[in-house]
């Protein structure tokens, strides 16, 4: 929410003469030192134009790196740190790693961005004002935990909360598609394939066969249902690698990644992009009630599979406090009383035992957990009412629906498998 900025004084200027803080009063200089600590915290003004510029561009810049490191590392076939060559890091990237790696981060970042500005631009429209993106650079795993754009005023309708919150996922998700799409009709021949796998080179086209036989394992990158749509409709068969090989092609590592981003962001809870669309759909009351159905299901997937009864003592024994104060933490504030959030809680860790133990090949994803904590400790899940309550018009709700369908073309479980 916005505040007027250099307000005046009331006039005359009040009179705070005989105050009880006046009997033991620091020295002048003292006072002026500790009013102008105060007015920059509480005042703080903007930063110029020129600084926020340049904090913009650096934190892209830096992105850009990350994820251009992040993009050799991937193509590599690997999840780990960046290659900065030192302590325990990967070996420094070579030439031909690079140009991989940021063919991977282009069009990646081209994704995120296209996504925010999505959201800035109907804000703007709307007379909204929001920031610039904000690009996350993170030293492992994708290079950046994307981006984020401040809105800097409250949102009074329940039609903007929805226009800003499904423009970013619409916007990247054709972006998105764009890049698979060309990913697909520019695959390389095999001959590419073998200049990594020098020795993939001996069994040719049939590689698959030999290099991975039933039941062997490997790092694979998830294809959500619409990845194997496109696949099948625009890839050449003759070129197409092998799952387990897919790491190694960047344009569609990029577009396989900002779909998994794009089901992230419209996951329906709280103040995500999803969250604000089925805010929209169904109104506070009815999206309210649904959210905590939401998580709780999220978390219970989460979770599944980490304690079954075929556990060893020790691994309960460090284990469980650490995962009952996890649970105890995001459920805490879910239902109206703290003990009803505990209870749930509860309720939610007896079932994950439950069908881990009945089902021991049963698991869930345990890297959404620290996405839960998110949720449930810093932005909640639940969205927050507007003073313009009037439902959407017919064709905002199907675009909406739309965008839950996209939801579920995009949606894996997990970017990795």
Do not use: K
């Not at 070579?94 to 995120?112: H, I, M, N, S």
């Not at 990845?227 to 625009?234: D, P």
């Amino acid at each position: 929410m916005s505040f007027p900025e250099n307000t005046p004084l009331p006039s005359p200027e009040p009179d705070f003469t005989g105050f009880p803080a006046d009997a033991a009063a620091p020295e002048p200089a003292v006072a002026a030192r500790r009013a102008r600590r105060l007015f920059r915290r509480y005042e703080r003004p903007a930063l110029s134009a020129g600084r926020t510029a340049a904090l913009h561009l650096g934190l892209f810049v830096l992105t850009l790196l990350t994820t251009t490191l992040a993009g050799v590392v991937l193509t590599r076939g690997t999840v780990d740190l960046l290659p900065l060559g030192f302590w325990e890091f990967p070996a420094a990237p070579q030439p031909g790693e690079w140009a991989r790696g940021l063919v991977f981060a282009l069009p990646f970042l081209g994704v995120l961005t296209v996504h925010e500005f999505g959201h800035y631009f109907v804000a703007q429209a709307n007379r909204v004002r929001t920031s610039l993106p904000y690009y996350i650079p993170f030293p492992m795993g994708l290079g950046t935990f994307g981006a984020v754009i401040r809105i800097r005023e409250r949102i009074f309708s329940r039609r903007e909360f929805f226009d800003i919150g499904l423009a970013g996922p619409l916007a990247g998700f054709m972006v998105a598609v764009g890049v698979l799409a060309y990913g697909f009709t520019h695959l390389p021949p095999l001959a590419y394939l073998f200049t990594i796998h020098p020795d993939y080179a001996r069994y040719g086209a049939d590689y698959a066969r030999h290099v991975y036989p039933p039941g062997a394992v490997g790092l694979e990158l998830a294809r959500p249902l619409l990845y194997r749509a496109l696949e099948a409709l625009l890839a050449d068969p003759a070129r197409v690698p092998h799952p387990n090989e897919l790491m190694h092609y960047p344009v569609l590592l990029a577009g396989a990644l900002s779909l998994f981003f794009t089901a992230l962001n419209l996951l329906p809870l709280g103040q995500l992009d999803g969250g604000h669309i089925l805010y929209g759909l169904l109104g506070p009351a009815r999206s309210n009630r649904l959210m905590p159905w939401l998580f709780t299901g999220f978390i219970f997937y989460a979770g599944l599979g980490i304690f079954s009864v075929r556990d060893d003592w020790q691994f309960w024994a460090y284990g469980a406090p650490v995962y009952a104060t996890y649970l105890a933490l995001i459920f805490w504030r879910v239902l109206p009383r703290p003990r009803q959030g505990l209870l749930l809680a509860a309720g939610i860790w007896a079932a994950q035992v439950a069908a881990a133990s009945y089902w021991p090949g049963l698991g869930g994803n345990p890297g959404w957990l620290v996405f839960g904590l998110l949720l449930g400790r810093l932005t909640g899940i639940y969205h927050p009412p507007a003073p313009d309550e009037r439902p959407l018009s017919t064709g905002r709700r199907l675009l909406g629906w739309l965008m839950l369908v996209i939801f579920v073309l995009c949606f894996t479980p997990s970017p990795f498998a």
